[in-house]
């Protein structure tokens, strides 16, 4: 089968490049995972079905429609690419798609566990809520369509009891956002075993987010009045069009509700910057001894 696109050794290179670095970062277990990119109106390079994606070679790589028919290679294209081609479907803008089964990430996924907002500046300004679309068996359509709801306004997803899929307009794009959500799933299952997290103030957390529009990148909190500035709800519409719950912080402290970003910041924020610099001693033991009291009462 010869296609003109097909002949395509850069962006072959890079689909093994990235399978080599989610084969050794642990994101895939034996023949796990799988990764695509567009590269014309209706063509699209993937992995193949069945091998590790640490080994790959350019000869190993399929070209499929964005129907899933095989257009070109040797070897029978990835069974996920439902999944890859739907996202590019819905999302023009996205070129690269990467599945995988990182184990911090996929640890919430099968917790079904909220990934708490509001906690380190990098992940809020480059990442933001995190979506657990809800769990289907893999491999047909209706596996594909669980993400519909969830791509308007993220780039990453969890895949409730299954693992995680990223994407981006490079194939390096896309798999780095993988990365920094197992690192940042990893810094919270370690953080729990310390104590727990904790969140930012509210004045913090709008300042994160005033430096993300500066940055020029897009949050669902720009959009929305009726979220939670910390609470992960920007994607409650998502969840009620397919009636899946909202996850819900359980292993971790739920978070604080603050007003939502388009909202004008509640007085606590708006004084917090002045307050801390003068604090009344007395009204600070007062609280103090509120909180000692009322966990005492809870014992
Ligand atoms: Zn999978």
Redesign the pocket.
Known sequence: MYHPLFNNPEIKEWICEIGRRVYAKGFAAAN???ISYRVGENEVLCSPTMICKGFMKHEDICMVDLDGKQLAGTKKRTS?ILLHLTIMKHRPDIKAVV???PPHATAFAVSREAVPQCVLPEIEVFMGEVPLAPYET?GAQGFADTVVPFLKSSNTII?TN??TVTFGKTLEEAYWKTEILDAYCRILILSKQLGGITYLNEQKSRELLDLKKRLGFDDPRFHLEDCDLCGNTAFQEGYSSVNAPMPQAVAFDPPPKFPAYLKSPSSAASHASESSKNADPEELVRAITNEVLAALRGK
């Open positions: 796990d995972g799988n996920e599945h995988c089964h893999p895949l299954h693992g």
